[in-house]
């Protein structure tokens, strides 16, 4: 697979799209972290991070965006945190917030596949969250590079969309629960919307690449790469912003999830 067609695509559109979400948040993060120890994270995956515990750690998040999650990282009490993520527009943002807090972190422009991790002092916890693995063409090469920047035994926690969900059109009303699309798509989804999903500003943009993985992607991916799989929790509630219509329904469906595993010699 020619993951660079893809990446550089989506390098451009998150690039291009940035601008628009600064305007939506209005500072609205740059203000909350004027706030000694303030987290975005939410209940769930905050209370997930204290068992696996942060104090001490070296911490990096993959896809990393603005940094307020890595800065909130900081926060919870890791002893350094550094973000990694594909769009420049988005790293000169994190450094800004990190700047105009006070809260140290490191921030580094780079597409994960083109990474070496050599570079980086080896970590003690990966962060993945919401949007991430989306946006991978390839998870198996993606886990090897996680594994790479992770000392031994290190751990990796990743709080993301559950794969079911892919199944619906999170774009429109859909009372019945109707699936529109198969769970076992192989090919991304192309288009040129906007990625505006802060102020919701509908404008063409550049080709993106949207890529739907099954829970066996991750999991054979994880374990293919060294990782022991030690957590599985499953949750009804929505992080991605595109289906919190579906947390309301009688039937409850699995709607976000987070998996803990640790690397293994």
Known sequence: MNHKKYTDANRRAWDEVTPYHQRAKAGKFFQAFRTPGYSSLDQHVTAKLREVGLAGKRVVQIACNDGRETLSLKNLGAASVVGIDISSAAIDEARKLSSDSG??????????YELNPATLEPADLCFITIGCFGWMPDLDEFFGKVSRLIKPHGQILIYEQHPFVEMFDGGKPNPQLQIEQSYFKTEP????????????????????????????????????????????????????????????????????????????D
């Open 103 to 112: 809260v140290p972190g490191e921030f580094i422009c780079s597409d994960i």
């Open 189 to 264: 989804y192309a288009d040129e919307e906007g990625l505006d999903y802060w102020g919701n500003v509908e404008y063409k943009g550049p080709l993106n690449y949207w890529f739907v993985h099954k829970l066996s992607d991750i999991f054979m991916g994880l374990l293919r790469n060294r990782f022991q799989i030690q957590d599985f929790t499953e949750y009804p509630h929505d992080i991605s912003n595109v289906h919190a219509g579906l947390e309301n329904d009688r039937i409850k469906l699995p709607l976000s999830m987070i998996v803990v595993a640790a690397k293994v």
